[in-house]
């Protein structure tokens, strides 16, 4: 079965600093992932989307990076600005699953100080 | 471009009621799946439909169920309501089943049981 795990659970930076936020997994047998980012008490935004035949995916101050071997990925976030905070979360979908079924991780939720 | 589209965003339910939650795919979108949020359980997946027919289901108690309609839209209904089943339910489409796509979610539907 599946483990997505996000570690740590809760992030607190000041602004400016860069984020590095992980997710680990241990069946590498993959489509693909994506990261989201979810406000409270609102729905999931996607930020990256990586193909597993990928090494990673940039979108502006994003940057997400996928390595199968090891079952990681990691975002980073440069500059980190009190506007990203959120939580975010890590999602799978596996070869071995029916449809789109996405495997999610627990999230971290990060928190950036003016 | 719309987004997926829940309604209504907020719910609140007596014990023992049923609910029905509707959601609105993007246009073009055939492929749409459904989970629960809980603090506790984090995002579980519930179901996916795909051309009116129900792909993949998730571990969850024949109280809940779904269906889809030829426009796409899906809904989901809940029978004899428990306080349980508080969450945040969010609705993803995707272009179809399998591939390499990613998913769009909605923004939530709040239900809250009393």
């Not at chain 1, 101050?61 to 500059?79: E, Q, V």
Request: hydrophobic content about 30%.
């Amino acid at each position: 079965k599946q483990e997505v795990t996000q570690i740590p659970a809760a992030l607190s930076v000041p602004e400016g600093e860069n984020l590095v936020l992980n997710c680990s997994f241990t069946d590498s047998a993959i489509y693909n992932l994506q990261w989201f980012r979810q406000d409270p008490g609102k729905g999931l935004t996607s930020l990256l989307l990586i193909q597993s035949s990928q090494r990673e995916q940039t979108s502006g101050r994003l940057n997400a990076s996928l390595d199968k071997s090891s079952g990681r990925s990691t975002l980073y976030i440069a500059a980190s600005q009190p506007g990203d905070s959120a939580t975010y979360l890590c999602a799978l979908r596996m070869i071995k699953a029916a449809g789109n079924k996405l495997t999610f991780g627990g999230g971290t939720r990060v928190l950036v100080k003016p | 471009k719309a987004g997926v589209t829940q309604t209504p965003r907020y719910l609140i339910k007596t014990r023992g009621q049923q609910v029905t939650l509707s959601c609105s795919p993007i246009s073009g979108h055939r492929s749409v799946s459904w989970y629960q949020q809980t603090p506790g359980q984090g995002l579980q997946f519930l179901f996916e439909y795909f051309s009116e027919t129900q792909r993949n289901k998730g571990n969850f108690p024949g109280r809940f169920s779904g269906r889809q309609f030829s426009n796409s839209r899906s809904e989901m209904n809940v029978s004899t309501l428990e306080l349980g089943d508080s969450a945040l339910y969010l609705c993803a489409s995707s272009p179809t089943v399998g591939g390499n796509h990613g998913y769009t979610f909605g923004s939530g539907t709040r239900l809250t049981v009393v």
